[in-house]
Every structure is written in structure tokens, then in C-alpha cells.
T-cell receptor, first 117, second 110 residues
């Protein structure tokens, strides 16, 4: 049971380049999400998914795209990287999102440090 | 806008001290999470609360729904407890989306 696997761990991009951050979970979780963490700020939601084929925007979606073709995978695409997207990105998953359950622990990936120059 | 406020922002303690970290939120929630972020960046879930109190080892988390306040306590603190502790709340009807506090950086000195 690997939990949430996030790759790459570190990446440097040039402005205008595109890339995909990969996220996979092996716990059959319905809910998956992407956050960015910036200095002095709490984690902010970029996009989320409540199941295969269903995605929605979070607080800071501009410049990012997601898809959820399978339950396991939830990649985050940067369409045209900008210096403002320099951040640490976290993928997370949980069994379900909208209700309180004693088993509804959130699992995070190890983080991806992205620098856009 | 729904807000999550944590205090203190930074906390330095001596090994063995009792630690309290506070979290306040602005509107009714369906759940509150306490998370620990290690110096290397990884985030792990410590507790999820919707009412009352939970205990795991030296960690205790409480929540007061009426006062919209939660506390995380660490008894007999140890240098390995040094980390950033993050409070996150799930508001009703949010499909599970979380609002995060900015975190409390704890440093425990030997």
C-alpha cells in the first residue's frame, strides 16, 4: 500500500513551458485534490475531484488544468508556466469528501517543489 | 470569507513542556483536521474531529463547536515534535474542500 505517490519531487521550468505533476493513490479513494503552498499562506485548493470523470475548480485554478480518467490518477497540468506558479504543490486524497466519517483520514503526497524562471 | 486563524504563529519550547496550539474558525463546520508538516515537507494527518476530544499517544485534540475553537495539545514535548502544525476545516456543503490555517511552527529544544 503506497498511499499517495506524487512526482516529480523537484522541477525547474522556464516561463511558458508546460508540464504535468503526477498524482496516484492506491486506496480506492473517491476524493482527490491539488493544493499549492506558498510562504506565509495556508495551503490553497487548486482543483479537486469527487470521482472519476468529475472535476471542479478550487480557490486558485487559473493556469492549471486537471482530469480524472481513473479513480487512481489525478494529474495537474501547468499550461504555460509563469513565475507566479513557483510553489510547493501537494496532492491529497480521502475516502470521500462531503461527510464526516471516522475513517475519513486525508492522505498527502510528499510534495513537488516547482520553480519557474 | 471563511477564515481559519491559528495561534501562535511560532512557538519555542523546552523538552518536556506542555504545548498548546489554538485554532479558531468563523462559521459552522462539518469537521476539523489537525495536520503535521515535517521539516522535509511531508504532511500527515493527526486527527479529524467533529466534536469532543481525541487522544493519540502524547497528542490530544479538542474542539468546542459553540465557541468555534479547537486546540492541539502535546504533553511531554520532545525535539522530534518539532514541525509545523496545521489546522484545516471542512465547511458543510463544501464537498470536502478544506480551508487551511497558516500553520504554527513548533521548535522543541533539548
Amino acid at each position: 500500500n503506497a498511499g499517495v505517490t506524487q512526482t516529480p519531487k523537484f522541477q525547474v521550468l522556464k516561463t511558458g513551458q508546460s508540464m504535468t505533476l503526477q498524482c496516484a493513490q492506491d486506496m480506492n479513494h473517491e476524493y482527490m485534490s491539488w493544493y499549492r503552498q506558498d510562504p506565509g499562506m495556508g495551503l490553497r485548493l487548486i482543483h479537486y475531484s469527487v470521482g472519476a470523470g468529475i472535476t471542479d475548480q478550487g480557490e486558485v485554478p487559473n493556469g492549471y488544468n486537471v482530469s480524472r480518467s481513473t479513480t487512481e490518477d489525478f494529474p495537474l497540468r501547468l499550461l504555460s508556466a509563469a513565475p507566479s506558479q513557483t510553489s510547493v504543490y501537494f496532492c491529497a486524497s480521502s475516502l470521500a469528501g462531503g461527510f464526516t466519517s471516522s475513517g475519513n483520514t486525508i492522505y498527502f503526497g510528499e510534495g513537488s517543489w516547482l520553480t519557474v524562471v | 470569507k471563511n477564515e481559519v486563524e491559528q495561534s501562535p504563529q511560532n512557538l519555542t519550547a523546552q523538552e518536556g513542556e506542555f504545548i498548546t496550539i489554538n485554532c479558531s474558525y468563523s462559521v459552522g463546520i462539518s469537521a476539523l483536521h489537525w495536520l503535521q508538516q515535517h521539516p522535509g515537507g511531508g504532511i500527515v494527518s493527526l486527527f479529524m474531529l467533529s466534536s469532543g476530544k481525541k487522544k493519540h499517544g502524547r497528542l490530544i485534540a479538542t474542539i468546542n463547536i459553540q465557541e468555534k475553537h479547537s486546540s492541539l495539545h502535546i504533553t511531554a514535548s520532545h525535539p522530534r515534535d518539532s514541525a509545523v502544525y496545521i489546522c484545516a476545516v471542512r465547511y458543510g456543503g463544501s464537498q470536502g474542500n478544506l480551508i487551511f490555517g497558516k500553520g504554527t511552527k513548533l521548535s522543541v529544544k533539548p
